[in-house]
Nanobody
Framework: QVQLVESGGGLVQAGGSLRLSCAAS????????MGWFRQAPGKEREFVAA????????YYADSVQGRFTSSRDIAKNTMYLQMNNLKAEDTAVYFC???????????????????WGQGTQVTVSS
C-alpha cells in the first residue's frame, strides 16, 4: 500500500519559517517527479512547488518563488518544503503528491499526480 505522510505543519507568525516533510512508503518514487499543493478554505487546490526525479530541477508558483525551497532525499524516499518569510496568505492545508509517469510535463496540474498525502495544516498569523 502506497502512502505519503506529511509532517511539519503548525502555527507560525508572519515572517517565520516552517519545514514540511513528505515521507513515502510502499513504493519508491526515485524516478518520478513529486509536488506540493495547498488548499485554503473556500479556494481551489493550487500548485506550490515541484521537484524532478533526481532533485536537479525545481519549479515554484510565482507566489512562493524566492521564499520556498523544495528538496528531496531519494535514499529516504522523502521530499521537503522549506518555507521562509511566511505570509498570512500562505495559510492553507499543504499536500504532497507523487506521480508515476516519467518526465515533468504538466507538473503544475494536480490531475497529473497519482498519490496524495492527507495534508498538514499551516497557519500563519499576521
Amino acid at each position: 500500500q502506497v502512502q505519503l505522510v506529511e509532517s511539519g505543519g503548525g502555527l507560525v507568525q508572519a515572517g517565520g519559517s516552517l519545514r514540511l516533510s513528505c515521507a513515502a512508503s510502499g513504493r519508491t518514487f526515485s524516478n518520478n517527479a513529486m509536488g506540493w499543493f495547498r488548499q485554503a478554505p473556500g479556494k481551489e487546490r493550487e500548485f506550490v512547488a515541484a521537484i524532478s526525479w533526481n532533485g536537479g530541477t525545481t519549479y515554484y508558483a510565482d507566489s512562493v518563488q524566492g521564499r520556498f525551497t523544495s528538496s528531496r532525499d531519494i535514499a529516504k524516499n522523502t521530499m521537503y518544503l522549506q518555507m521562509n518569510n511566511l505570509k498570512a496568505e500562505d495559510t492553507a492545508v499543504y499536500f504532497c503528491a507523487a506521480r508515476t509517469r516519467p518526465g515533468v510535463g504538466g507538473l503544475i496540474s494536480h490531475t497529473t499526480y497519482d498519490y496524495w498525502g492527507q495534508g498538514t495544516q499551516v497557519t500563519v498569523s499576521s
